[in-house]
């Protein structure tokens, strides 16, 4: 889904040199960018950045897409069991990608699956994943492909959890309420979930007030230190990645101060009450020292 997926701008010009650099990376030449707006027409490949605005987290979860064939195809990574309006992320438009790396709340300890209920599609996506091998003739490669594919043991791996998929996100939303009952302090801000959103709670992220925003990794290294827990900052914008770097001229202000204020707690389904109020109580020791250190600085 790497090539789908290509996040960069709306201006077709930046969208040719993404992709350039993207395949040119894959295939270890040179590219011209003629040859790939050639490809882009030919395969009907585009790529966009959705606006930020402010919405719940399974509404921005909802809101990552790329294009394929004039369709959009949903980024779903970690979240499993999400619903947006009645609907599971991942039947949103032609096809979702999700993963099973190691912390996901179903793993098989690398790579994922793409879903979709369009049978070309997933004709194309299983002989991709199969190194490009002919349907007709054994060990013949007629595109290029990549070796994808799970083996068997990772495919019971995960087919055990998918068995048992909705005990596990029943925890993820248990833990989730711990901490909200648990972690009530005025400088934290809880993910909030409207009446027509299921979420599935991957991980439970919360923001800090931008009044000790700025102390956001001071906070993280002491709880691990201090206290042993280890948590996690937002992932990092894609337009601050060196390759999309001077890619679009937009400032993205909610997207950075989401980043820069953002926590990811423990959320793993081996998490007991005791441990989330532990995790709680310590975060706030903490978020109280830093309060009383930002009226100083």
Known sequence: MELIDHKIT??????????????????????SLKRVRRFMRKMNLKAVYPKPKAASSAEVQ?????????????????????KYK??????????????????????????????TNNDELAKRIRKLKNQGNSETKRYWHDILGYNYRMTNLQAAIGYAQMLRIEKLIEKKRLI???????????????????????HSYWMYSILLDSSIGRFRDEIMQKLYHEYGIETRPFF??????????????EAFPVL???YWRGINLPSSTRLIYDDVKYVSLSLTKMLDKYARLSKVR
């Open 10 to 31: 709306q201006d077709p010009t930046h969208e040719s040199r993404g992709m350039r650099e993207y395949l040119q990376r894959e295939l270890g030449k040179k590219i």
């Open 62 to 82: 909802n809101s990552g897409w790329g294009v394929l064939w004039g369709k959009k195809v949903r980024c779903c990574v970690n979240q499993i069991g999400t």
């Open 86 to 115: 009645g609907k599971y992320v991942g039947q949103f438009g032609i096809a979702g990608s999700f993963s099973f790396f190691g912390n996901k709340t179903v793993t098989t300890g690398e790579g994922g699956m793409v879903v």
């Open 176 to 198: 989730a309420s711990w901490y909200r009952k648990l972690l009530k302090h005025p400088l934290v801000v809880h993910p909030i979930e409207k009446t027509y959103c299921t």
């Open 236 to 249: 990092y914008p894609i337009t601050l990645m060196p390759m999309y770097q001077g890619s679009t001229n």
């Open 256 to 258: 950075m101060d989401f």
